[in-house]
Every structure is written in C-alpha cells, then in structure tokens.
C-alpha cells in the first residue's frame, strides 16, 4: 500500500546530492523520492556508498546544497527542521551534562523553565529505561546507555519525525537488540512517525512498515517493500517464513548492490594503487 | 568560491599581509595628522629609519654575539644536566615518583621573578643572565627526557628482551634512540624558555646584548629608536624561533 | 646496569606512598642542612645566604605587616585586571580563529610566532602610552597573556567533536547558544590550560614591571629589598610570593581536573 502523497507527513521530491571532489564530481544521491505516512516506521536501507547517511542530513536540514525538495507537512524545509527530530550515530552526548541536563537540552533552548524541564527530562528518561540515572554523568554510563540518552533527548523536543541514522551501529549484538525493542515499543506508544536509517536487514524488517531499498551510488531507489507482518513483531514473528521471505528479497536486491560497490572500490583501489 | 580561497595557501597569507600593511599604512597616516600623538608613537616610517640606524650605529652585531653566547651557555648546560637529570630519575621509579611533579612544578614557577636574587650572588653582569636562563630551562628538558624514555612503545622493548641485550645495551640502543624526538622537543622548549629570560634579564637589569640595546634607547629618549629596537628584537626571536622549528623538523626522520 | 631488570621488577613493586614520602622530606631536610652550614661558613659575602632562622623571622615579619597585604592587593588587582583584558580579548579572538579557517591561516601564524617572545622589552612603550602607574602594568600583563589564550581558544575549537555541533544545529539552536552551551562547555579543557598559562604568564609580566619601575605592589617589595641589601626580606618575599604562584597554578589546575574528574 503506497503512501497518498496529500496525507502524508513528509515527502521527498526528486532529490539529487552532488559532491564535488578532488577526482571530479559525485552523485550520492539521485532522483530520490518517497512519501511517509504519519505513524508510520519507515526504514532506508542499502549498501555501503548508498548515499544513506547524505540523505539523513538532507531531511534533517543540515545539508542544504541539493537539488529536489523535501517537505514537512507541506512546508518545503530550508535548514533543521523543528518537527524533525535527529539521531545521529556516533557519540552525541554532552559529555559535560548529567543525563538529566542533556535530556532537557531541547526544552532549555526554547526557554522552558527549570523545574518543568527537568520534570519533563525524567518522563522521557524513564521512557528509555534510564530512570534513576538523572544525575550520573555520560562518562559513567555504557554505550548503548549513552545512545539512549541521546535518544531521550531527541524525543524530549516531541517531535513529529524521529529521523535516526544506523543509531545502533557502535552497538554490540545483544544491546542493539534490546534498544531496537525499546525504540518500537516508544515508537509504539508515541504513535511516532519514524525513519531508520540502517543497514541491518533483519533490524529494518522487525520494526518497519515499509523499506526503503538503495541502489548503490549513485542512491537511488531501488524498490519500495510493504512488510505485513502483524504487530507486536514478537520472536514467534521474526522466527516465521513471512518474515525470513521478506530478509530474502531485501538481501538479494542488496547483494547486487553491495558486489557494485566492491567492484567499484577494487577497481578503484587498482587505478590509485592506494584505498579510495 | 570561499571554499576555495580557503584551500588555497597563499590568499589567506597574502590576506594576513594586507591586514598588516594596512594598519601600518593606516598608523602613519593618522600620525602624520596628529590624531595620534607622535611623541608617543612615532610614525612607522620614522621607525624603519630608527632599524637601520640601529643596525648600522649600536653595535649591533656584538651585543646579537653576547646574547647568543648567553643562549648557548645556558643552551648547553641544560642539555647536558636536563638529559642526565632526565636519564638518572627515570631509572630510580622512587627517585621520579618523588621529584616529578616538584619539577612540573618548577617548570610552572616564575623563576625570572628571582632575578635581584640571582644579582646579588653573580652580580649585574652576564653570569646572572645565563644562570637565570639555565635554572628557568632546566626543567622542560629533564621533563621530556623521562617522558621520553617511559613512554617508549613496549614491543620496542620486548624486541630487545627476545634478543637477550643487556641492561646498558637495551637501553643504548632502544630506550635512548626511542626517546630521542621528545628529548629534541624538551631541549627546544627549554631553548625557547632560556632566550625569552635571557633577553628579559638583560633588559632588566641592563647588561648584555640585545636587551640592553632597548633599555639604552629608552633611557636615551630615542623615541623612534626604542620602537625600532623592540622590533628589531622581536624579530630576531622570531627568527630563533622558526629556525628551531626547522631543525626540529629536519631531524625528526631519523626516528 | 640492568635498567630493564629493574623496569620489569619495579612493575611488580610500586614504590610504597610512604617510601616516597619518606624521599622527599629526606631530601627537604639535606638541602635546609646544606643550607643552614653554607650560610654559617661565612664562605659566602654577608647576607647572601642567611640562616633559616633569620629567613623565618622575615617571613613572619612580612605576613604580619599591613603594608604587605596592600601590596599583594595592589599587585593581585593588576594580575586580575591583566587577565581580564587579556584573557577577555584572546578568549574572544581566539573564538574567532577558531571558527573560521581562512582568518586562522591568515592572522594565527602571527600569534603563534610572536607569542615566545620576551614581552617585559614593551614596558618602556607601555609607560609612554599608559604612565608610570598601575595601567602600565596591567598593559604589559594583558600583553603577555593575551597570545596564550587566544591560541589554545583557536586550538581548542578545531578540537571540538563535530557531532556535538550537529546536535545543536539540529536543535536549531542560536548562535550564542552555539557558543554558550556547546562550544565554550566543550572546550573546558583548553580554556583551563589556557588560563592557567595566561595567568603565569601575567603575573610574571606584571611583577617584572613593576620590579623595574614601580613603587608598590610585590614586585617593588623585591627590587626594594635588594636595593638596601635586606637579603632575609628578600628572600622572605620570593618565598612567599613563589608559594602563592604555585598554589594558584595548582588550585586551576585542580578546578579544571576537578570537572573532569565529575565527568569520567
């Protein structure tokens, strides 16, 4: 079921990324379009070199220099958008904040005031599980800790896209499992529209309602996948044929992309005698 | 386009230049108007004049010999007692838990602030000079030695272990030469430290070299002069300065 | 020698905190002894090494004198004026080098060269333009401070972790929140290294002038006291004053290590 483009919360048109670069011009993404319904958990997923994280910053805002649009609830967006909600893969929290401080981030910008922030940081804390960590520093905090943290914190600008990129990527197997629940779960409760940027096709089958497929650079949308599974997405589901069909498709369409890329790299790595 | 010029070496430098000459342009400009006070600043151009009056009538090339020969004394003593210093704490772990931080404490310490001290027991001649600049640069060297030396990387050490070198030979041939470039950079800080004292000192208390030189002109109400003497001080540490880096910089590949 | 033995056993054994200890007043007490017998050996000219005892009784009289804590304010007063100014405008342009990479290339080469430079060689300019005064003083502090701060402001900002700026320009936050809670927080580090230069480095150019022409402040006390050869006084005055420069060097270092310490 295609997303109707007039309901829809966000929409991309036609966007095109070129990087000019010391080897000539490159286009990381191309004609890239798609619309997003609201509620809806959206995943792009792709090869390395797919462009992925060029388009997290385009709808995110910070990168502006493109050609196509992308638009918030209609209005076409300039720069970070205040409904769009970022996060980012590496390290992001303030590491000279307490977790209750970074978590209020958001709310101190706009000028919200002390107690009703901090009140409001605690209910997005314990929304993450961190409840009782307010006051400890992200130094003494594990990594997957600190991911939720920075995720707290985004969702504590209550914003009406939650746009992650590979947020679990730093993360071993066994946390980013348990993370991946607990984002569906808020996700759930929140009824947020999210886009999840990732490589892990498992991960982006579980969570999603539709999967974006990259080809490889130049990005462009290879294929557009509805997964109907029902949800809770509980083991007994990941365990089923449906699902294992679904991570087929997906992976076929991402092993041509993927052996391009390589191909790519080798021949390059043979023209330079030295990695790209 | 910003992009680029920002890329580029030589439009920020030549930017940087123009700035510079600028102001001096400006500076001249709004003296000759008396705008700007000239018995208090003395237009650039009278300053120009004031250097190669400088060059040509102070004397200049003695007074630049005794302030090197003071850099070089003070030089050398602290190379050789700051590396030995370094080598025999790093060797006594009791030795260096103990003197390290009072020698990083040492390093931070004001010694130049001692220097009526230093008179009385050397007098007001070269002597106290160089030993300001010794005791104030001493303790950068032997602080790098023993970073040098303890920091060396431990496969390095483990090569010399598998070939069973003894204690003198591991320590000729690995620990030493490993710490080398930290040693080069303690014996530059320390150069560095010693000049600024020393040039200080001589203006001070008026004796040496080029310090002096400054106070004399001041002393002689020699407006343009001072400027032009300060200048022309300035310049010679600047160019002390860049020349370490080079030789730095040269050597380093022998690492 | 069998320095490698050594280094292998001594990983084994650390020495002992009390043998340390031990060491260093071991070694505190050699040095006073040495001192107490050069200074009664008449080997050196009169004063030039008095004894312990006479140096204590200085110090005592010193601490105990009104007129030496108007000094110490005189001179703690341009201290803070130096750092102020000059701390104050290389914070602000170090901000700017830091932020822009066409002016760093431009203009920071400069700072970095002339920043090893003896700086008391200004005082005679410093007392045309501002008098024989105070303001002189703190000119030429200001002076000396001001290049160590601006370059590790400058190098501090290249430092910051770029994510954390992305964090807040997806907040959209305004540039001075930019500047007031992500970069300044984040560059806490060089900043407290940047003072605690910035500070030595004032209070030796502030205490230098004044030991060349001034006549109060701590830098006088000492010029003076070498005047009338009044070598216990003198030696009182380094003393003291070398105990309140390494204490405040060590209380920033403290403060600053103290942050981080919350933090790790």
């Not at chain 2, 007098?123 to 950068?140: D, K, S």
Request: aromatic share 8%.
């Amino acid at each position: 079921m295609a997303a109707d483009r007039d309901s829809a919360i966000l929409t991309a048109d036609d966007v095109t990324v070129r990087f000019a670069t010391p080897e000539g011009v490159i286009t990381a993404v191309e004609d890239v379009s798609f619309a997003v319904e609201p509620g809806e958990f959206l995943s792009i997923i792709g090869p390395s070199g797919c462009g992925k994280s060029t388009l997290f910053n385009v709808i995110g805002g910070l990168l502006t220099s493109h050609q196509g649009t992308v638009r918030v609830a209609g209005e076409i967006i300039s720069g970070p958008h205040p409904s769009i909600g970022m996060v980012f893969q590496e390290e992001s929290t303030f590491p000279w904040r307490t977790v209750s401080d970074n978590v209020a981030f958001p709310l101190e910008l706009v000028g919200m005031p002390k107690r009703k922030r901090i009140e409001r940081a605690r209910r997005f804390i314990a929304m993450v599980g961190l409840a009782g960590f307010e006051n400890r520093y992200p130094g003494e905090l594990s990594g997957g800790m600190r991911q939720r943290v920075a995720l707290a914190r985004t969702l504590a600008s209550e914003p009406k896209i939650l746009l992650m990129d590979e947020p679990f990527a730093a993360l071993d197997e066994q946390t980013r499992l348990l993370l991946g629940d607990k984002v569906l779960q808020i996700q759930q409760q929140l009824r947020q529209t999210t886009l999840l940027i990732t490589h892990n096709i498992t991960e982006a089958v579980q969570m999603s309602d539709r999967i974006l497929v990259m080809t490889y650079r130049p990005g462009r949308v290879k294929r557009i996948v509805d997964i109907n599974l029902p949800r809770p997405r509980d083991s007994e589901i990941v365990g089923s044929e449906a699902f294992g069909r679904y991570v087929a498709q997906i992976w076929n369409d991402l092993r041509e992309e993927a052996s391009r890329g390589m191909r790519d790299a080798e021949t390059h790595a043979l023209d330079h005698e030295a990695p790209p | 386009m910003s992009d680029r010029l920002s890329r580029s070496r030589l439009a920020p430098a030549a930017a940087g230049l123009a700035a510079v000459g600028l102001g001096l342009a400006a500076a001249e400009i709004m003296i000759r108007a008396d705008w700007i006070n000239r018995f208090i600043v003395p237009p650039p151009s009278e300053v120009a004049r004031g250097i190669s009056r400088i060059v040509l009538e102070e004397h200049i090339g003695h007074r630049f010999l005794l302030t090197a020969g003071e850099c070089l004394a003070a030089g050398l003593m602290i190379t050789v007692l700051g590396v030995a210093a370094g080598v025999l704490i790093h060797r006594f772990r009791l030795l260096r838990q103990a003197t390290e931080t009072w020698i990083a404490a040492w390093a931070a310490a004001p010694v130049v602030l001692a220097y009526p001290l230093f008179m009385v027991i050397f007098g007001r001649n070269a002597w106290t000079i160089i030993m300001i600049g010794f005791v104030a640069a001493l303790p950068p060297v032997i602080l790098k030695t023993i970073e040098g030396l303890s920091t060396t990387r431990k496969v390095l050490v483990d090569v010399g272990r598998s070939f069973n070198l003894t204690g003198t030979q591991q320590f000729w041939k690995i620990l030493f030469p490993a710490a080398l470039p930290t040693i080069f950079v303690g014996v530059r800080l320390g150069l560095i430290f010693a000049l600024i004292n020393i040039v200080g000192v001589e203006f001070l208390i008026n004796s040496g070299g080029l310090g002096q030189l400054i106070n004399d002109l001041a002393e002689r109400y020699d407006l343009a002069g001072t400027y032009a003497a300060i200048f022309f001080v300035v310049l010679v540490s600047v160019a002390f300065f860049m020349t370490l880096e080079r030789i730095e910089r040269w050597l380093r590949p022998i690492d | 020698m069998a320095a490698t033995d050594r280094l292998t056993a001594n990983a084994r054994h650390e020495p002992h905190a009390a043998s340390v200890t031990l060491l260093r007043a071991a070694m505190i007490l050699a040095l006073l002894a040495l001192w107490e017998f050069l200074s009664h050996t008449g080997w050196f000219y009169r004063d030039v090494v008095p004894s312990l005892l006479a140096i204590g009784r200085a110090v005592l009289a010193l601490l105990s004198r009104e007129n030496y804590y108007y000094n110490l304010g005189v001179t703690a007063g341009e201290v803070a004026a130096a750092l102020a100014i000059g701390g104050g405008t290389g914070l602000v342009v170090g901000l700017v080098l830091g932020s822009n990479r066409f002016l760093a290339r431009a203009f920071e080469p400069y700072l970095y060269y002339l920043g090893p430079t003896p700086k008391i060689i200004f005082f005679p300019v410093m007392i045309m333009w501002f008098g024989v005064d105070s303001p002189s003083k703190v000119a030429l502090g200001s002076l000396s401070c001001f290049f160590p701060v601006a370059l590790s402001v400058a190098a501090g900002m290249r430092q910051i972790d770029t994510v954390l700026i992305r964090v807040g320009r997806s907040f959209r936050a305004s540039a001075l929140q930019m500047v007031t809670k992500i970069y300044l927080p984040a560059m806490r580090h060089p900043i407290m290294n940047g003072v605690r230069l910035g500070l030595g480095v004032a209070l030796i150019g502030t205490l230098l002038a004044e030991t060349k022409l001034s006549n109060k402040g701590i830098g006088f006390l000492i010029i003076n006291a070498y005047s009338t050869f009044d070598m216990p006084r003198m030696y009182a005055n380094l003393i003291v004053l070398f105990v309140l420069a390494i204490g405040a060097n060590s209380l920033i270092g403290r403060l600053g290590g103290a942050a981080t310490a919350a933090r790790r």
